[in-house]
């Protein structure tokens, strides 16, 4: 179904909090996603895929141990948006000319929306590179580089990000996306976890309407 | 060497920690920089043309209509559809199913494919899809007393009596206007780069426009239906008196916490307009002139604001004696030089209440549409820079910005039941945002982040020992759970108005000061809050309609003039 980027972010930003994800994450995990769908790739099949993998594991598993030399997750598998913020945190690093690396990403694709961030904020364009794949962003287009099936992986062994880097064929976003229903359903479940039960003093108290409206 | 003296003359901006209090806020009044002036100035000054090319609607009052409305580059089309509605399904609350009239504005012109399309999704609103053509959702209710008493005076061959219009001010209210996406219509970056799209929410004051010229046409239509053809015409003063009411609930008051920047810069561009005219060194007799038939008028309008909600009564009580004394003040005062409007805006904050305050800061911007209207050109928002955390900014900054700017909520004590008595949430049913009470209700677990002030204080704290040389980015690798507040911290250093610097979570708050406010910008008058977290408006009450745009005031309309009609 044709839905708008906005309709990606809110449903991709509940997901999240309901997937227990922080507020803040949750915020930009909904941009990343909404970022992706602009440019075509599945972002809200991404997400789903990884909200499902680590649901109900605790956080810091799959949260970089340090962010000294390589990155790493005490787990063994880093999360992608617990990373990737990480990554655009840190941005300042790659203005010095240093290489962020990561072992072991889930859904890699998921770290590049905030390489767009990093992008904006050192003023130069941002490449993630993970097997044949090469993927690089000014934070307004992105150049992709590898198979569809590469870049869309589930797991990437080592994830490198380093500036500045050219742009070489680059694609502008469009203001459309089209999100498979079995998707929404996904996302919804974990959305759904974030809703209050509706009890009847709720109903009577919590928006505080008027009784009558026949007036 | 030239010395720039920046002594008590140099007049500033006001200070946040002034402005940003819900008090304050919730006395908001409209001024020139209000969304549905912007666009009524625009379509007079591009000379916008309106046509209704469709008005197909039965005995019954159902069927649909089109107004096309023609800028200089584009056409814009609301598509209204018509319904028979029980009096039993008539409710304003977002979980209703069915409505007196639905609506959608459409990007350009519709084929009768469109048509047949939107009619299958439009009347049913949440129900239904719509596609990037559409550009807005909406639906409206009719005020069934003044509804019926419209129809049976036309019908009987007279005009309806003056004194219920001026009672209700409007023949149908809307209770969603849905655009930016929702239910699958266009995202506003498809449309943002359109220069009558500018100022924010010019698609739903367009779409509300001409939905009320389609209400007038409908009633109209209805007392002929009713009377073989043989009604009274609406007198066009009275017609031109009502507006399109609109009632909103809890809905509305997270948006200005979760569009921290866009509210920075809707208070940055009013705060900026007012700083440039109190700092005029004089006035001219007709700028003069202008004040003081506009502050007369808009005593007239408080006369024509009713409300029964106690707090708004006690207000609006105060602010009908705030015009009383400042009409008084004006008329000693020398206007003509010395800073005429600071003086009177310094007097003003030691004399009027809030209410008071507020609209004599609107009111001094309307003499220099000149010097300030350029200003709505930046009340829009684009968060892509603002939204990315700043990762090598040291604790100690971040300790700093937080003192500065969140001082009153380090001053709060959080454990305290009374300061974070209420929740927000939302609910499982429709998806509706709600405010509850957290000690006495299962909601704490569902808590959205709409409390800024408690977790900037909850961030403060466990900043306390970390060193203030560590980076943010390792705060955060730590510390997930404060990312939220964080950006939020770091988009106040750079947008001082993005935050209310109040407790929106307090036993008293009283969510209807953020509805107030944000209906304030988009140009509603007399609010009618009908509880602490509902509140009734009417948006363009003695507007030109569209065919009227080119001959009448498309500015200062706002402002009742003595009326002429009905006599």
């Known amino acids: 179904m044709s839905h708008s980027l906005n309709e990606i972010e809110a449903m991709c930003k509940r997901a999240a909090r309901g997937g227990g994800l922080s507020w803040g994450l949750c915020e930009e995990a909904a941009k990343g996603t909404r970022w992706l769908a602009a440019y075509g790739y599945p972002g809200p099949e991404l997400l789903a895929d990884l909200l499902e993998l680590n649901d109900q594991k605790p956080r810091a598993g799959v949260t970089p141990a340090t962010l000294e030399n390589t990155w790493y997750a005490p787990a063994g598998r880093l999360c992608p948006i617990t990373a990737g913020a990480a990554m655009s945190d840190s941005a300042v690093k790659m203005e010095n000319d240093e290489t962020i690396v990561m072992r072991g990403v889930s859904q890699p694709l998921l770290v590049v929306p905030f390489a767009a961030g990093a992008a904006l904020r050192l003023g130069a364009a941002v490449s993630v590179t993970w097997g044949d794949v090469r993927l690089t962003t000014d934070g307004h287009r992105l150049c992709a580089r590898g198979r569809r099936d590469d870049i869309l992986a589930a797991h990437a062994v080592e994830l490198r990000c380093f500036a500045p880097t050219e742009m070489t064929t680059p694609a502008a976003p469009v203001m459309r996306a089209s999100v498979a229903e079995a998707c929404w359903r996904r996302l919804g479940v974990f959305a759904q976890r974030t809703y209050a039960p509706a009890t009847d003093a709720s109903r009577r108290l919590g928006a505080g309407a008027g009784l009558n409206d026949n007036d | ?567």
């Open chain 2, 1 to 567: 060497m030239t010395t720039i003296v920046q002594g008590p003359q140099m007049i500033e901006a006001r200070d946040p920690a002034l402005v940003m209090r819900l008090a304050r806020l919730g006395s908001f009044h409209q001024s020139r920089l209000s969304f549905m002036r912007v666009l009524t100035r625009r379509m007079a000054r591009e000379a916008w043309s309106f046509e209704r090319p469709e008005f197909e609607i039965d005995a019954a009052g159902t069927g649909h209509a089109v107004y096309t409305a023609r800028g200089p580059e584009r056409s814009y089309s609301l598509i209204a559809f018509a319904h028979d509605l029980p009096a039993d399904q008539r409710s304003d609350r977002v979980i209703a199913e069915a409505w007196d009239a639905t609506f959608t504005l459409f990007d350009g012109i519709p084929s009768a494919g469109d048509i047949a399309r939107l009619r299958a999704n439009i009347p049913l609103q949440e129900a239904g899809r719509v596609s990037g053509s559409e550009l807005s959702v909406s639906r409206a209710n009719r005020s069934v007393r003044l509804w019926e008493h419209v129809v049976a005076s036309l019908a009987a061959g007279s005009q309806p009596a003056l004194e219920q219009i001026d009672a209700v001010g409007y023949l149908m209210r809307t209770t969603a206007v849905y655009g930016s996406g929702k239910l699958g219509a266009a995202d506003r970056e498809m449309i943002a780069d359109r220069p009558e799209f500018a100022t924010p929410f010019q698609v739903e004051m367009l779409s509300v426009f001409l939905t009320r010229a389609f209400v007038r046409d409908l009633v109209q239509h209805m007392a002929h239906m009713r009377a073989g053809g043989q009604a009274a015409t609406l007198d066009p003063d009275i017609a031109r008196s009502m507006g399109i009411g609109n009632s909103t609930g809890l809905g509305m008051a997270p948006f200005l916490l979760n569009h921290p920047v866009l509210f920075n810069n809707w208070i940055k561009a009013r705060e900026e307009a007012l700083a440039r005219v109190r700092r005029l060194d004089h006035a001219s007799e007709s700028e003069v002139a202008l004040f003081r038939d506009l502050l007369r008028r808009s005593a007239q309008s408080a006369v024509n604001w009713h409300s029964d909600h106690e707090a708004q009564t006690v207000k609006l009580t105060a602010f009908r004696e705030d015009l009383t004394r400042l009409g008084a003040h004006v008329d000693t005062l020398d206007l003509s030089g010395d800073q005429p409007w600071n003086r009177l805006f310094n007097w003003a904050g030691a004399h009027l209440s809030l209410e008071g305050q507020e609209c004599l800061a609107s009111l001094l911007l309307e003499p220099y549409g000149a010097l300030v209207d350029d200003l709505a050109d930046h009340m829009a928002a684009d968060n892509t820079a603002t939204f990315r955390i700043a990762g090598a900014m040291p604790l100690g900054r971040l300790k700093e910005i937080i003192e500065q700017s969140y001082a009153w909520a380090l001053d709060i004590d959080w454990s305290l039941p009374r300061n974070c008595a209420r929740a927000w949430y939302v609910s499982e049913e429709k998806l509706e945002p709600r405010l509850g009470d957290r000690f006495e209700e299962p909601i704490a677990d569902y808590e959205q982040p709409l409390a800024p002030g408690r977790d900037a204080a909850v961030l403060y704290q466990s900043l306390a020992h970390w060193p203030d040389i560590t980076s943010v980015a390792e705060f955060l690798l730590r510390h997930p759970e404060h990312r939220h507040s964080v950006r939020r911290v770091q988009i106040v250093n750079r947008a001082p108005y993005a935050e209310i610097r109040d407790n929106t979570i307090s036993s008293d708050v009283l969510p209807i000061d953020m509805l107030r406010c944000k209906l304030a910008f988009f140009g509603a008058v007399h609010f009618d809050p009908r509880s602490d977290r509902w509140v009734r408006i009417c948006m363009y009450p003695n507007a030109p309609y569209p065919e009227e745009l080119a001959t009448l005031d498309a500015d200062f309309w706002v402002y009742p003039t003595e009326r002429t009609c009905g006599s």
